[in-house]
């Protein structure tokens, strides 16, 4: 069974622009999560989707947003970006019968 | 009480050692307890989970203990070898309608040759 796959792998972009991010979960996985990772704040929850709809949400600005297709894809955008956003962006995918998650590569965000 | 508190920050053991990583936590509905392993440049990988109810989980070389009235748990790497070398972090979620985790700060262990 192939991973998480996330596109792109990597991403440089300036201060005040937007940035779509996309992650298909593992074939049969219906729930899909995002994580940042950065070094000073480490693993942090983003927001996690199931059957289209959001479940949960982190505590971060509104700026941060997702959505989840029908094919379980998602994707999740950053509007306005500042400096700090700067992060690996990690997407996770579950089945519907236990907790584990299957991370991806992620994606590597530079803000200029 | 959402926090995961993990230790140390860095471990170097020699190679065939024992690597130890402690985790503790506050929120008394956390029941699912795993931990994930990480190389640079790569997504965290899922290595072994336990829940409250039991207190001990064995896969290869790789143990948790979980001490549910202490409220604490640790990754014990039996016969460490120099491929083991990585950030390790703990997490923990609830089982509620969502699968939000809440990790630890992260280990980053060196195991010498």
């Known amino acids: 069974k192939a991973g998480v796959t996330q596109t792109p792998r990597y991403l440089i972009k300036t201060r005040g622009q937007q940035v779509t991010l996309s992650c298909s979960p593992i074939s049969g996985h219906r729930s899909v999560s995002w994580y940042q990772q950065t070094p000073g704040q480490g693993l942090q929850f983003l927001f996690e989707?199931?059957?289209?709809?959001?479940?949960n949400k982190g505590n971060f600005p509104g700026r941060f947003s997702g959505r989840q297709f029908s094919n379980s894809r998602s994707e999740m955008n950053v509007s306005t970006l500042e400096l700090g956003d700067s992060a690996l962006y990690l997407c996770?995918?579950?089945?519907?019968?236990?907790?584990?998650?299957?991370f991806g590569p992620g994606t590597r965000l530079t803000v200029l | 009480q959402q926090q995961v508190k993990q230790s140390p920050q860095s471990l170097i053991v020699q190679k065939g050692g024992i690597s130890i990583i402690n985790c503790a936590y506050e929120?008394?509905?956390?029941?699912?307890f795993p931990w994930y392993q990480q190389f640079p440049g790569k997504g965290p990988a899922l290595l072994i989970a336990?829940?409250?109810?039991?207190s001990e989980k064995k896969e290869g070389r790789f143990t948790i203990s979980f001490n549910k009235s202490a409220k604490q748990f640790s990754l014990h790497i039996m016969d460490s070898q120099p491929g083991d070398s990585a950030t390790y972090f703990c997490a923990a979620s609830i089982r509620d309608s969502s699968y939000k985790l809440i990790f630890g700060s992260g280990t980053r262990l060196l195991v010498r040759p």
């Open positions: 989707y199931f059957s289209e709809t959001q479940r």
């Open positions: 929120n008394t509905a956390f029941d699912y």
């Open positions: 996770a995918s579950s089945t519907t019968v236990n907790n584990e998650q299957f």
């Open positions: 336990i829940r409250p109810d039991v």
